[in-house]
């Protein structure tokens, strides 16, 4: 493209590839400009040291597996405080118990996930992976009904209550919608709960009735009144039941079995005693999950 010099040319010099960065003359920059304060962001990383006082929270778990409790320690350190990009993260992880018999993998179990902690990232993925190990001799209820497969299983779902208090992990919150279909499939189990009942106590007094009637027509016809059954005729009955009261579990107590209507099967997904069968098909009344989608 053709451009016309109306001045006196004073010199010139040739453009090379690398001089193509336009060089703004003094007299053309702006009078002031404002310098922009960069925020510097701290994220987790291995090379964060340790301060000298760290916030947490102690946690007991009492398992039936061991004799003595176990206590958990988890301390965070807090990121960026007193910004807009403050965080709170886990550090470190403790275990102290009384009991000294699983002393080397409780140990090596906090060195590593103490070292995931301080790796950074994320994090979350040690809650799938405790809570998916499961104990050969078999598993037991803690309090509140909720099954727990191993002691590891029960520090991983300590260790989400934990990261949930914290802010890195969220509930998945049911809509509304949900929560009243569960509310009218909980309604509907115990109406029919309720009028099987009564009509079995029903059945049961038209049989003790039979019982009398016959009773009355042995004495008529023998002249002696067949005799009542005793305490002895019960004695088994009485032990049977006893020993069916023994290996009841234990965390099935009165306030529990309230929660949830009775016969209600373990729920696959949040592990509670709170899945019920309406119109052919499984929902849990806790977290909501149905095979039926």
Known sequence: MAMKIGKKIKGYSVLKPEDKIKV????????????????????MHEKVERPDTLVGATYKIKSPLFEHALYVTINDIVLNQGTEYELRRPFEIFIN???MDH???????????????????DVTFLVEELKAVFDPRGGYFKAGGVYMPS????????????????????????????????????????????KNSSVSGRAG????C?????????????????PEPGPSAFSSDL???GAE????????????????????????KCNTNAVILMDGCATCLNCGYSKCG
């Open 210 to 226: 039979d019982d009398s009637s016959s009773r009355s027509f042995d004495k008529l016809r023998t002249g002696r009144a067949s």
């Open 24 to 43: 703004v003359p003094p007299e053309e920059a702006p009078e002031s400009a404002p310098a922009l304060a960069v925020a510097e962001v701290i994220q």
């Open 103 to 121: 002393f080397q993998w409780i140990v090596a179990l906090t060195r590593i996930m103490s070292a995931v902690f301080r790796k950074g990232g």
């Open 151 to 194: 002691i590891v299983a029960e520090l991983g779902a300590l260790i989400e209550q934990h990261l949930k208090s914290i802010g890195l992990l969220h509930d998945p919150d049911m809509s509304p919608e949900q929560r009243a279909l569960i509310s009218e499939k909980r309604n509907a189990y115990e109406a029919r709960v309720k």
């Open 245 to 268: 009261t023994a290996l009841k579990d234990p965390a099935e107590t009165p306030t529990e079995a309230s929660a949830f209507p009775p016969g209600a099967t373990m729920c696959s």
């Open 205 to 208: 007094d038209s049989s003790s």
């Open 97 to 99: 118990s009384k009991n």
């Open 239 to 241: 032990a049977g039941a």
